[in-house]
């Protein structure tokens, strides 16, 4: 049997000196140990020595240096990945998975689980091997996207480092971790860490072999209630599945608990109302108990904090329709090809908490030169000068409108500065190029408006932020 702490210690001397060969260590060791037997030990204990393998075999320390957000848009699901998710059909359909019974088994699942989903306002979906496989087809490649955008953020202020330790609660199927597995570069070491007792967690595991060299998972095929979690985590990642817990504020908190000192909770959840507002809520009770909100809702005001009804959700590109919802969807004997079980929108609701006080935006407004949300009532049919974050894409038309013709409706955006009780709406009636960078400002992006008008809104019961040819508007 090969020495694993000879194969250890000359790996600790060798990463400081050079890349570490297995061949080299292999002439080091006892027995000439076979070098493919030392590149085995070598990945295995790569979490412990905190190393990366190379393409070339070879193994060297995790850089310092911290991920880099994402360049541009995702514009697709990997194809690796989809061709691992339909080896998984073949193999448990056969090869014309998406057509005859399996097909239509298949389809009916996923109506069954979207429905099931709207009447029960998010509540538990009952998963088996059949579900699980719908589910994957359906909702893979939208929840690979998402979490990257919302890791984005962290990577934004260099809070990810390359040596990443991550918890994920209700891993499902694997959207998420796949994500965070792509999102990271080729030089970053991950430990990864699933919760996931239904079905789902077979198909997260073959997926997750298609992941990379330097994704060392473990995965826990039981309930995030009966797991113990003891350790700390660079990343607790609770995707989707809140709604689904019995308790889910009980849990995000014990899960709060076991994020290290310079590390973040990162919760996902679907955009529609009752799953936004929801994750919403429970954001503001850890923040009162004393978790840091980080984004992408702000907090402008000292000893101030939202209080409305916080429906916010971010709309990103739309993916290429993977070849899998293609064959599904065209598979259909009375619909085929009208779009049924394709699913590329990429809308989701997030929060980012965090232990050590740090947010996204750090900015401090005094009342004596901007006027608070807190106090709209006062300013109704006064302009205004303000602070504001964009907290939603375009609500009407064009999400992603800049320069809208005379045919689109007016531009309207969700606005938060944290203090506000009732929801307020930045309201374009006309677009100028002193108010443009409203249109052009990312979500989460905090502007400056100057010269805003404020009116109510009996229709919505907020707040319009009228913004037209007297508004000048700034990103900060």
Known sequence: MTDREAVRSNAKYLRNVRPIDPEEISDYVEGRAHPAVVRRILREEATDLGLVEREDGRFVPVPDDPVAPLSGPIEAFPERYARALEDVLVDRYGPDWQTGASGDLLRSVIR???????????????????????????HLP??????????????????????????????????PALGLADFLPDDALLEYHAVEPSPAADILETL??????????????????DADPDEEYDLVLVANVLSE??????????????????????ALAP????????????ERALEREGATVYGPTVR???????????????????????????????????NAGDGEFENVDVQYTYSILRRDGKRRIELSLDSGRWARMADSERHVTNRVDLVAA?????????????DPGPEDSNPIFKISDGSESVDHYAVCPSVTALNRPLLE?????????????????????????VVDEETVVDRV
């Open 142 to 175: 939208a929840y690979y996207a998402a979490v990257q955008y919302a890791l984005s953020d962290l990577a934004d202020r260099g809070l990810l480092g390359r040596h990443l330790r991550v918890l994920d609660v209700g891993a499902g199927v694997g959207g």
């Open 441 to 465: 400002a990312g979500y989460g992006d905090v502007c400056v408006f100057e010269g805003a008008l404020v009116l109510w809104n009996d229709d919505e019961e907020g707040y319009n932020v």
């Open 300 to 334: 402008l005001w000292p000893d101030h904090r939202p209080t409305d009804r916080g429906w916010s959700f971010d709309v990103r590109p739309d993916l290429a329709v993977p070849g899998f919802q293609r064959r599904l969807d065209g598979a259909d004997r009375e």
């Open 271 to 282: 955009a529609d109302r009752e799953t936004s507002i929801q994750l919403r809520e429970r």
């Open 390 to 402: 964009k907290l939603s894409r375009s609500l009407s038309g064009d999400p992603f409108v800049t």
């Open 112 to 138: 069954q689980v979207k429905a099931e989903y709207l009447e029960s306002q998010g509540r538990s979906v009952e998963y088996d091997a059949d579900v699980a496989a719908g589910y994957a087809i359906y």
């Open 208 to 225: 997750l072999e298609e992941a990379g060299r330097n994704v060392h998972p473990t995965i826990r095929r039981e309930r995030i209630e």
């Open 245 to 266: 817990l019995d308790d889910p504020e009980a849990v995000l908190r014990e899960l709060f608990d076991r994020v290290a000192d310079d590390g973040s909770l990162l």
